[in-house]
């Protein structure tokens, strides 16, 4: 996955620089110029995130065969895009090769992911419900405050840890994983901003989602499985298996694999020496690509660091 840094001093180079886009960006609003693009691109997937300081008009086309889905990173947001007004949270949704406008406020930062619309709409379907592949042609989704607090929870520490580590991102298994939690989360507020009722199941029903989930996990030890691979393999949507875990374990699913992950990391320096296995290594047998970040959650789970778990002599 190639992954740019970029700071720009001029409008039209910003429209320029973002790749795979048709566009055309005009300063509105007098003063220097300033503005931050981060991007990350493959085949198949492409996030950006753009930090501007000035309001600008975006006008263009968004990628053919490609569908895309952004949401701003800071609100109030004071906006239009698609001729619908924005005045705080809100998902703006994009279909292959549509004409778009945006026009933003004075200083703007947001993220936008694009996707082949297949397979969008397959994951759209599997983890939110057809109702929510319904929903995308309205273009401006918005969404309450409480259910946007996990953009800061969730995703900008994800964003920052893969813009300070870019070099994480060149392995096939960060990668997919990168790409995964990013996805799940804008998926998860796609749900939200539905309104779809969530269905009652079961107590005996949840704990066997979990169940099943576990398994599938235990399954894929060597590759880390991610809440989207869950909600494709079960077909669940990602709030039936959000609620699971809450009423099963009273924890997310994320919290979970990642504990069940850490508890695997753990069992490996317990049974083995210094010399025998670095911790850095094991922790990369389990997925942890992010060493600094691997050792804050440990720490969390487990009330120490990883330097600090008796090993084998």
Known sequence: MDFMVSSLADVHDHSLAVAGW????????????????????SAEFQIFRESTNRRIVQAGVSPAGFASIAVPLSAPLAATFQG???????LMLL??????????????????????????RELVAATVGEEGVRQWKRNVLPLSTEAALVLQQRLVPLLDAAESSPAALREPAP???????????????????TGAADKDLTHATYSDIVRRCERIASETALEPV????????????????????????????????????????????????????LIGDAAARHGFSHLSYFAREYRELFGELPSQTRRLF
């Open 22 to 41: 048709e566009q055309i960006y005009r300063q509105m609003t007098p003063g220097r110029f300033e503005s931050r693009l981060v991007q990350a691109k």
């Open 84 to 90: 619908h007004k924005i005045d705080d949270y809100a």
């Open 95 to 120: 279909s292959p090769g549509e004409e778009f406008r945006f026009h933003t406020p004075e200083a703007m930062q947001y993220v936008g992911v694009s996707l082949p619309v297949d397979a969008m």
């Open 175 to 193: 990668i997919k994983r990168f790409q995964d939690e990013v996805l799940s989360v804008l998926l998860g507020l796609l749900e939200s901003a």
């Open 226 to 277: 991610t809440v989207l691979d869950l909600c494709r393999t079960l077909r669940c949507s990602r709030r039936t298996l959000q609620t699971s875990f809450q009423r099963v374990a009273n924890v997310t699913p994320v919290e979970y694999l990642r504990a069940l992950r850490l508890n695997a990391v753990r069992r490996l320096l317990r049974s083995t020496s210094a010399d025998e296995l």
